[in-house]
Structure formats: C-alpha cells, structure tokens
C-alpha cells in the first residue's frame, strides 16, 4: 500500500510539472476524432511546407466538465495547485472484511485480510464434523462393549447350565434355582467357578468326593491276568526266608553293581535297582525287568 501511494505521489508531481507548461490548455481545441500527424499539422495552422493554412475540419473547445476519466488535467489547468484526484477506481479488498459484510454476521472481533468469515466458517463446520465423528465412535464402542456384555452373559448362561447336567448326572440333589442364579452371577463376575460350587455344597466333576468316588469303582474292577501273577509273585516274596529276603534287598544294584546307591526303585516284579538304571530304562523304552524279563513297572521309591 505504501508503494502505491508512493507511485500516485510521482505520478500527481509529474503532472502538475507538465500542466504548468500549458497554460493555455482551456483554450486548446481539440478534433473529435483521433489525432494524426496530419490533424497536428492543421491543428497548428500550418501544412508540410510550413505555410500557414486555414482549419479543414470542424473544431470545438474542449469540455472542462468531462469526467475525471477521461481528462484528468481539467481541473489542474484551472487550479494548478489543486491535489488531482485518483484517475482509478477506489481501491477494494478481495478479501471479506467487516466494511462488507452485513452487520448481522459480524464476529465480536475485526476481521482482518487474513481473518475472514470463510475461514471461521470452515472452522465451523470442521468442528460439527469432528463433533458428529466423535459421537460415532462413542456410539460404537458402546454397542461393541454391550454385546460383549451379552456375549458374557450367554457363556456364563451355557456354562451353568453344563454345570446343572453334570450335578444331576453325578447324582446329587436338585438344588435351589437361587443358587444356580448366584452361580452365575459370580461366573459373571470372573469369580472361581469351583469355589462357589463347593461353599454351595453341588457336585462337578472337579470335586474330590467324585474323584474318590471314581477311584473307588476303579479299584472293584477285575484285575488282569499281569496284574495277578505280579500279586502272586509279591505275595511268594513276603513268604520267603529272612535269609532270603536280605539277599532279595540287599542294597546292591545287581544292573550297575553299585554297592551303596542313594536311592532305589522297587518294580512290580519286587526286583530293586538303582535309580541310575531305572532313568536309563525309562529312556530307551525298556518294559522288561532286567533280571526276571517281565513286562514291569516303578512302584515305589525309597533311599
């Protein structure tokens, strides 16, 4: 802005200079249609030859009261030391300032070239949208957290209702239907599901008192026909001679002939052997005893 002031000052000095040169300009007539080097000649009464020569053409003094834009230099003839005017049209701003906009839209702050409506009107909608996305997601981590909620609800539903099968399955009572919601309520809850079975007193198949139920029926089947000849040999063995028995026990390994091992393994056979010897035949799959060959296994151990 500045600079252009700065050039209009230049300009209005370089005019005025000029003007004081014609001070007969409101005498000067001028031609009605475009000026030539012929028309100048005539307009000075004179022809190629410099002989003076009479005007061809219809004259007419010029018109003080034309507008500014089409002779800037009427008033400053007249005036010479009169400001002139601008010769261009007042300056307008492209940008959307508070001298062009309707009161009713104007901020509470002024508006700048750089603060425009346009600007805070696109802030504004890029607000509602962010405002509009923020509630979507909120909207769907809600229905995602509700439907992990069902889901939970329906697997703690199956689970007591697995649990409810296999307490009638195993015998016991039917219980209160209040206890089969308190189950589930604290299945709900993440709580220990053997916990709350076992202070409500229903039976699953976790519970030791089915467990000692099951090993019980366990030991009332038939034994085979392995199992018996090992009882038979067993009881033959407790039969025998003390002299018998200690050379049966002695502490030496009769595999590795270790004198004094740590410790021993007894197997179904009533050999005993070391340690030692009973890891090396656990790790090359041998089923037989080393001294009797029968299919035999570890049954105790002792130091």
């Known amino acids: 802005m500045e600079r252009l002031l700065f050039d209009i000052n230049s300009a209005t000095s370089s005019i005025n200079s000029i003007l004081e040169q014609l001070p007969r300009l409101n005498q000067l007539q001028v031609p009605l249609f475009p000026m030539n080097q012929f ?3 005539q307009l000075l009464g004179q ?15 010029l018109n003080l009261s034309h507008s500014l834009y089409h002779c800037p230099f009427a008033q400053s003839a007249a005036q010479p030391n009169q400001q002139i005017p601008l010769i261009h049209p007042p300056y307008q701003s492209p940008y959307i300032t508070s001298q062009n906009i309707p009161a009713s839209l104007q901020l509470d702050h002024n508006l700048g070239a750089s603060n425009n409506l346009l600007a805070h009107s696109l802030w504004n909608v890029q607000q509602e949208m962010n405002r509009q996305r923020q509630a979507h997601n909120l909207q769907l981590e809600e229905d995602r957290r509700r439907e992990e909620l069902e889901q939970h609800r329906q697997n703690a539903e199956r689970r007591v209702a697995e649990l409810r099968a296999t307490s009638l399955r195993l015998g016991d009572r039917e219980h209160n239907p209040e206890d089969w919601r308190l ?3 604290y299945i709900e809850l993440g709580v220990d599901v053997r916990i709350v079975l076992s202070l409500l007193g229903i039976r699953h198949e976790g519970d030791p008192r089915v467990n000692h139920r099951t090993e019980s029926q366990g030991r009332n089947r038939r034994e085979t026909s392995e199992e018996r000849e090992a ?3 067993r009881e033959t063995i407790a039969n025998e001679t003390p002299e018998a028995l200690a050379k049966r026990y002695t502490r030496k390994c009769p595999v590795c002939l270790n004198e004094n091992p740590y410790i021993r393994v007894v197997l179904w056979c009533g050999h005993i052997i070391c340690l030692t010897c009973a890891l090396r035949m656990a790790q090359g799959r041998e089923i037989n005893c080393p001294m009797c060959r029968k299919r035999c296994r570890f049954t105790r151990m002792h130091e």
Request: hydrophobic residues 35%; aromatic residues 0%.
């Open 39 to 41: 028309n100048q000649q």
């Open 47 to 61: 022809d190629s030859l410099g002989l003076q020569i009479q005007p061809m053409m219809q004259m007419q003094p």
């Open 183 to 185: 189950v589930q309520k």
């Open 231 to 233: 009882r038979i040999e």
